[in-house]
């Protein structure tokens, strides 16, 4: 798959050799240096110098994004004057530490606001105070980016004359019928969805199973039905965590051999009729991640 704008900008300022970062008590420590100190106010975080005075404040947000990941950005506040601006978080992730990921936000190779020498005050204001960072439009191009996606994939299942109804995956090929050769559509796959525990005592995951399903001929000259698992896709997978990301499983498709993909499980009307999809259609996930497996190559069988 094409990386997309969102996948290439989280990458990308992510630092080879991650800062270490700690807290004992309020102080915050980089490499083992105490260089600020952190003061909660509900979902607020102030940051003060080791004299306490208040240097600026950190809001973490995030929204749900049409491929399915998570964006995430913070809103920094000069506590001078209350002027705001905003920066993508290019943290490394922090695990279950909300504290260490506040920090990481501008802790990190694309903004050292925080770093082992101490607060860059003059740096994180000049930021604040500067050109305004237009976090909505590198949303909705990101998203836009989803879009245009979504779109080709649906259309390279088309060219392959490849559809989903209730289930079942059929291909549209040229068959034998009483009057000759015909075009029809032939069963070449399904998709199963189920329930899964994969933990005892969590609640069960939803996936959608998908498989291929062909005839092969045994030693007995009769034909005999298989299925070969060719990946799944789930909205989440309690207790497991993406290796590449980190981060728990939700709304992805994972292969057999082991490959990620994000895609929505759930899409509003409106983001419905922008893909052109009608908000009725039922088949409507069936559908992508059929679509998103053939446009990454994935095969079935009784393919032609």
């Given amino acids: 798959m094409k990386n997309l704008l969102l996948t290439v900008m989280m990458a990308a300022g992510l630092s080879s050799v991650a800062q270490e970062i700690k807290f004992k008590k309020d102080k915050i420590s980089i490499?083992?240096?105490?260089?600020?100190?952190?003061?909660?106010?509900?979902?607020?975080?102030?940051i003060l110098s080791l004299d306490n005075r208040p240097i600026?404040?950190?809001?973490?947000?995030?929204?749900?994004?049409l491929d399915g990941s998570t964006f995430n950005w913070s809103v920094l506040t000069d506590l001078s004057n209350?002027?705001?601006?905003?920066?993508?978080?290019?943290?490394?992730?922090?695990?279950?530490?909300?504290?260490?990921t506040i920090v990481a936000s501008v802790c990190n190779d694309k903004y050292k606001f925080i770093s082992s020498a101490g607060i860059?005050?003059?740096?994180?204001?000049?930021?604040?105070?500067?050109?305004?960072?237009?976090?909505?439009?590198?949303?909705?191009?990101?998203?836009?980016?989803?879009?245009?996606?979504?779109?080709?994939?649906?259309?390279?299942?088309?060219?392959?004359?490849?559809?989903?109804?209730d289930g079942v995956i059929y291909q549209k090929q040229e068959v034998l019928k009483e009057n000759g050769m015909a075009e029809d559509y032939v069963k070449i796959g399904n998709v199963v969805k189920q329930n899964i525990t994969f933990m005892a005592n969590w609640p069960p995951s939803l996936v959608y199973m998908v498989n291929s399903v062909f005839t092969t001929i045994d030693n007995n000259n009769?034909?005999?039905?298989?299925?070969?698992?060719i990946g799944g896709w789930?909205?989440?997978?309690?207790?497991?965590?993406?290796?590449?990301?980190?981060?728990n499983i939700k709304d992805e498709i994972i292969t057999a051999d082991n490959k990620y993909f994000p895609l929505r499980g759930t899409l509003t009307d409106t983001e419905?009729?922008?893909?052109?999809?009608?908000?009725?259609?039922?088949?409507?996930?069936?559908k992508q991640i059929v679509a998103?497996?053939?446009y990454n190559g994935y095969k079935f069988e009784a393919m032609k």
């Fill in 31 to 46: 490499d083992g240096t105490e260089v600020a100190i952190l003061d909660k106010v509900k979902v607020n975080y102030k």
């Fill in 292 to 294: 998103k497996l053939l």
């Fill in 222 to 229: 009769r034909e005999q039905v298989r299925t070969r698992e």
């Fill in 56 to 65: 600026f404040s950190i809001e973490r947000k995030n929204v749900l994004m």
């Fill in 234 to 247: 789930y909205a989440t997978k309690t207790g497991y965590a993406n290796p590449k990301t980190g981060k």
């Fill in 82 to 100: 209350g002027k705001t601006n905003e920066v993508v978080d290019y943290g490394k992730d922090q695990g279950l530490s909300f504290q260490k």
């Fill in 120 to 165: 860059d005050e003059k740096g994180v204001l000049e930021f604040i105070n500067g050109t305004p960072t237009d976090i909505q439009k590198v949303i909705a191009d990101a998203n836009q980016k989803t879009v245009d996606q979504l779109k080709i994939e649906a259309d390279a299942m088309a060219a392959l004359k490849i559809k989903v109804t």
């Fill in 272 to 286: 419905k009729i922008n893909l052109s999809f009608s908000k009725g259609d039922k088949d409507l996930l069936e």
